[in-house]
């Protein structure tokens, strides 16, 4: 029997289902999410469509009706290319914020075609702003765009806004990831695709309050929930990464978060 309470509650704080031609994990459903989520004991996850999709309004559809077979457990992120224009940023988010009670928004740099700075990345950082959404700004590949460091001028014109260096720089930029986030207290870094030893480095320097779980995608999701579970961090660590900092980064009690849910020990 798991006697470890420190993993009861796991929020995975980024993960896909939709279909793109530009990603490895070309068509994930909701079903399948899910069954991931169950087999290796992730009680709870901020979804959003993958970066590349020509209909992103029915991903967003889908991940509200996802969230509404699912109540208190599972969030919605929006993601809307920019090359729409700030029009449709606007709208969109709009829907989904009141009408599915979206928690965040996405920017992806190389799919958005342009780094956080540029004219693209106020388009969608501007309405983060209006409508109170902490921002996921993918990190790693594709620099020099997807540099972590590329956020610090944002981080700095929109204070009100929380970014996530979402991937931490993907393990090659892991420091770059660390710099960024020591200059601006309202970056914060999540895990997927970045290994345990930056990861601990971002604990301690940072704090457990700056530091999230990611999956990305369903194939991590047992290296993730391995690489927390072994962290040479204290349990108190592991339940503020793990539940408490994201539940308040995200406001996921004002959307109803369930914290009843548990899955059963095999999956821990």
Request: charged share 25%.
């Amino acid at each position: 029997m798991n006697t470890d309470s420190s993993m009861d509650i796991v929020i995975d704080t980024h993960c896909h289902i939709g279909r793109s031609e530009n990603s490895p994990e070309n068509s994930i459903t909701g079903e399948s999410l899910i069954a991931g989520m169950d087999k290796f004991g992730i009680t709870h996850a901020i979804v959003l469509p993958l970066p590349s999709v020509h209909d992103f309004r029915g991903e967003h559809d889908s991940i509200a009706e996802l969230a509404e077979q699912h109540p208190g457990r599972i969030f919605g992120c929006v993601c809307i290319p920019p090359q729409e224009g700030a029009d449709v940023v606007r709208e969109e988010t709009r829907r989904c914020v009141e009408e599915y009670g979206f928690v965040a928004m996405k920017f992806h740099p190389f799919h958005h075609g342009g780094g956080p700075a540029s004219v693209r990345g106020d388009m969608v950082f501007t309405v983060a702003r209006e409508f109170d959404l902490p921002v996921m700004s993918h990190t790693g590949s594709g620099a020099p765009w997807s540099l972590p460091t590329q956020l610090i001028p944002a981080a700095q014109k929109y204070p009100e806004v929380s970014f996530i260096a979402a991937h931490s720089g993907q393990e090659i930029y892991a420091d770059d990831a660390l710099l960024a986030a020591e200059v601006c207290s309202n970056i914060y870094l999540d895990s997927a695709w970045t290994s345990a030893g930056p990861v601990r480095k971002f604990i301690k320097a940072l704090g457990a309050e700056r530091v999230m779980l990611s999956t990305d995608l369903p194939p991590n999701n047992a290296t993730e929930m391995a690489k927390w579970r072994h962290l040479p961090i204290s349990p108190e660590e592991r339940v503020e990464s793990l539940n408490t900092m994201p539940r308040r980064l995200f406001k996921l009690d004002e959307h109803g978060f369930d914290d009843t849910i548990r899955l059963p020990d095999a999956a821990r």
